[in-house]
């Protein structure tokens, strides 16, 4: 591991002698900044939520602690962020699979949200996503669903950090009556909530081909003045494109960038479909993509530039998408697949290496939804959202490079640990504070009135 591993504290806080909450003994710490570094037999140290200091373990047993957690061989990180998924669709996981993705939503998804999905449906949903997410080390997810509120609850009651997405559609549905409408109940959502420190709120307009001009207009003017993102599925398939020029006369990109809604605050979900002037666009307005690749090849989507992107100076961060195109919430798949993917698209198998794909599903998250200065790596001051991976498994043996394991060889299934804003949300493997059996009751429960529709 010649190169990874130093020895030295990181940007560590003043120790003035008080007591910390709570140490954790890791046989490797991963901070993810600075960049490319490895911290062999280090601690990370608590007060309340936040990073107090991370220290070598020798250093940190001659310092008062309250409590003191044994984390032998296994790697201590930040906790995953989640940067684009629709949560309460883990209801409808396999609901209707091996479809093309306008087929799949206009006769399967659509009608099955129009007759079921209520606030009940994405409490329910959600919580059974949190569960999920957080058994395998997602901390933070960022949404895009009916009903936000209900969203909120179940992030909330699960002891997870969510993104609430204000979504904007066209079309009625059980939530809503017009965009405005819309609007007006998002906005309300994030009046009656924003106190909460484990919740932000992004504007979630659907699609180009579901959102018109003037709401995307009135989406800007609100995004500015509220400082918030705004994350939207942009050039996902070839068709999309496709009908974007024939209807506008330009592509989708070029469009929402004329009505000012390509900059900084922009998460571009998806972005299969791009030339070489929407990359540019891209950077040189500082967006964001959501990578998706699961999704992206179970929907037939294609392959994302990904090298391309990054290459441009485009942050990317990974997402999910939803149970219902991937079939899982799991982001050691999506980065293993990311990896992979850029590697064969590039033609280059230093595309995507190792920390960098694990970066993306970290800081690079953290950073497009403007939550990089609370959580995304750990360092002195930022939250206390952390997770351990057991690289003491039989088929993770022997381990040359704990950071390679993790991109290529470590799953969900190995993480063992879990802390939100310095909760511990999993310990030993078992969630605390959810009952999975109670959350599976409820599922086949809504499995039961949602299997007549197919």
Not at 187 to 205: M, V
Not at 335 to 357: E, M, Q, Y
């Amino acid at each position: 591991m010649r190169g990874f591993f130093i020895s030295a504290p990181v940007n560590n806080l003043p120790l003035d002698g008080s007591p910390f909450d709570l140490a954790l003994d890791a046989s490797w710490v991963l901070p993810v900044r600075p960049a490319a570094t490895l911290l062999a037999d280090h601690t990370v140290l608590l007060r309340g939520d936040r990073i107090a200091a991370v220290v070598p373990t020798g250093e940190s047993l001659t310092l008062p602690v309250q409590q003191r957690v044994d984390l032998a061989g296994r790697v201590l990180m930040p906790g995953l962020v989640n940067l684009h998924t629709h949560a309460a669709m883990s209801l409808m996981r396999g609901l209707a699979d091996d479809l093309p993705l306008m087929r799949w939503l206009q006769d399967h998804i659509w009608p099955a949200e129009a007759a079921h999905v209520s606030d009940a449906f994405v409490h329910d949903g959600t919580l059974l996503a949190c569960a999920e997410m957080l058994r395998g080390g997602i901390t933070t997810f960022n949404d895009m669903y009916f009903f936000p509120e209900a969203t909120a609850r179940a992030a909330l009651a699960a002891g997870m950090r969510a993104a609430i997405g204000m979504i904007a559609i066209e079309f009625p549905t059980a939530y809503a009556s017009d965009p405005q409408d819309y609007l007006d109940r998002g906005l309300a959502t994030r009046d009656a909530l924003r106190g909460e420190p484990l919740l932000s709120f992004c504007f979630a307009p659907h699609a180009p081909y579901t959102v018109s001009d003037a709401t995307f207009s009135t989406l800007r003017v609100l995004a500015d003045q509220l400082q918030a993102p705004v994350h939207v599925h942009l050039h996902e398939t070839a068709q999309e494109v496709a009908d974007g020029l024939r209807e506008h006369g330009v592509r989708p990109i070029a469009r929402l960038d004329s009505l000012g809604l390509i900059g900084p605050q922009t998460i571009a979900v998806h972005a299969v479909h791009l030339d070489d002037t929407d990359i540019e666009v891209l950077a040189r307005r500082g967006a964001h993509v959501a990578h998706c690749p699961s999704s992206n090849l179970k929907l037939a989507s294609g392959f994302a530039p990904v090298a391309r992107l990054l290459a441009a100076g485009v942050g990317v961060g990974l997402g999910t998408d939803g149970a219902a195109s991937n079939n899982r919430l799991d982001l050691f798949g999506e980065w293993r697949l990311a990896s992979l993917l850029a590697k064969a698209v590039a033609g280059a198998a230093d595309a995507l290496p190792a920390h960098a794909a694990v970066e993306m599903a970290t800081l690079a998250g953290a950073r497009a939804l403007g939550l990089d200065a609370l959580i995304g790596s750990l360092e002195p001051g930022k939250q206390a959202d952390l997770i351990a991976v057991d690289l003491r498994a039989t088929e993770l043996q022997p381990c040359y490079d704990p950071v390679s394991h993790l991109a290529y060889a470590a799953g969900r299934e190995h993480v063992t640990d879990v802390w939100v804003a310095g909760a511990r949300r999993v310990r030993d493997g078992r969630l605390q504070g959810l009952d999975p059996d109670a959350l599976a009751l409820t599922a086949r429960a809504w499995q039961a009135r949602i299997t007549p529709a197919r």
